[in-house]
């Protein structure tokens, strides 16, 4: 079975020969790929499609998540970064002071803007070069992440409170360029879009303004993905556990589970596929045989599921070894095959 079918298996609700196996992982693919520093893959569409293809040959993955960082929307939208050679894009000075300045916030063409530009060739390149073989996916991010890479956190926390009238207005242009941004991703060749939303994780809000200043825009997220043709996943790093039956109804294919989270009770509330639920810290620090034995546990958890993808709970560091990326894959041939026919 080809990569691509084995994720298509379990999203139309069939049976896969194994576990899908898809972590979380972007500019860090960098460092597989020797003489490569993170800014070339930051800025070389080329590049980033490579580090992408070559990490999914080596370590087995059935899908890749093409981006750079969380850096994406503010850059596009004029928040001001910098970058380095080897590390994520640094914030410098954010685009808002406050929420009353919501209409400063532009609203251009993806492929106008750095760094969305080069996400999209990027897309288009590796789908040329993996053609149907791999399952394609790319990364945007939520109204509420977007939002603070435009502006300053405790702004929007407060706002909430004191300005939700106006935080609304940021809101709503933040998920008018996104949704814009994840349907160009689709037409650019990724079969699903993610979207990052870890500022609506009950870590950061309550689940009362979850339900007040992310799902509504989530859903309109997740619509304009299936009208382009995509499928949809939803990432919110943390703790989601209190909020789960709420994601559920944003209508997402997918949902990732954090390791703080429990794989079980995610099934159970959501009814969707899950992805995850491995450490990055353990899979950037632990042993290969500790790696090994945290993707076992996964498997026995969420595999008899039929629900299941293994993979990171959320982004996969720099200087993640390669022996635990290997891990994690034999984990999933050793203990993620099916027993009986495939469908």
């Known amino acids: ?173 933040c998920t008018a360029f996104t949704c814009r941004y994840a349907q160009a991703l689709v037409e650019a060749g990724a079969d699903a879009v993610s979207f990052g939303h870890a500022n609506a994780s009950c870590t950061v809000i309550s689940p009362a303004s979850y339900e007040e200043f992310a799902l509504p825009y989530e859903k309109q997220i997740v619509d304009a993905i299936h009208q382009a043709g995509g499928a949809a996943i939803t990432h919110i790093c943390g703790n989601v556990m209190s909020i789960a039956e709420l994601i559920r109804q944003n209508g997402s294919e997918i949902i990732d589970c954090d390791h703080m989270c429990d794989l079980s009770a995610m099934l159970e509330s959501t009814g969707r596929v899950i992805r995850g639920n491995l450490d990055p810290a353990l899979l950037a620090n632990g042993t290969p045989e500790e790696v090994y034995d945290a993707a076992c546990a996964a498997l026995r958890e969420a595999k008899s599921s039929g629900r299941f993808i293994l993979g990171s709970g959320c982004e996969v560091n720099l200087g993640t070894p390669a022996e635990n990326m290997q891990a994690m894959a034999a984990a999933r041939m050793d203990h993620g095959q099916y027993e009986g026919e495939t469908e």
């Open 1 to 173: 079975m080809l990569p691509k079918e084995r994720i298509l298996a379990v999203l139309e609700g069939k049976t896969p020969d194994y576990v899908p196996l898809f972590p979380k992982i972007s500019y860090a693919s960098s460092q597989f790929v020797p003489g490569m520093s993170v800014l070339d893959y930051m800025t070389d569409y080329h590049a980033m499609a490579e580090a992408l293809l070559t990490s999914a040959e080596r370590f087995a993955y059935d899908a890749v998540g093409i981006t750079t960082d969380i850096a994406n929307e503010g850059m596009a939208l004029g928040s001001r970064y910098e970058r380095s050679k080897n590390a994520p894009s640094r914030l410098v000075e954010h685009l808002l002071e406050s929420v009353e300045e919501y209409e400063k916030i532009p609203m251009p063409d993806p492929y106008e803007v750095e760094p969305c530009r080069t996400i999209l060739r990027a897309a288009e390149d590796l789908r040329r070069q993996a053609g149907d073989r791999l399952f394609i996916t790319a990364w945007c991010n939520g109204p509420l992440n977007v939002a603070t890479q435009l502006m300053p956190m405790d702004e929007l926390l407060c706002s909430m409170i004191a300005d939700p009238e106006n935080l609304h207005e940021v809101l709503r242009r």
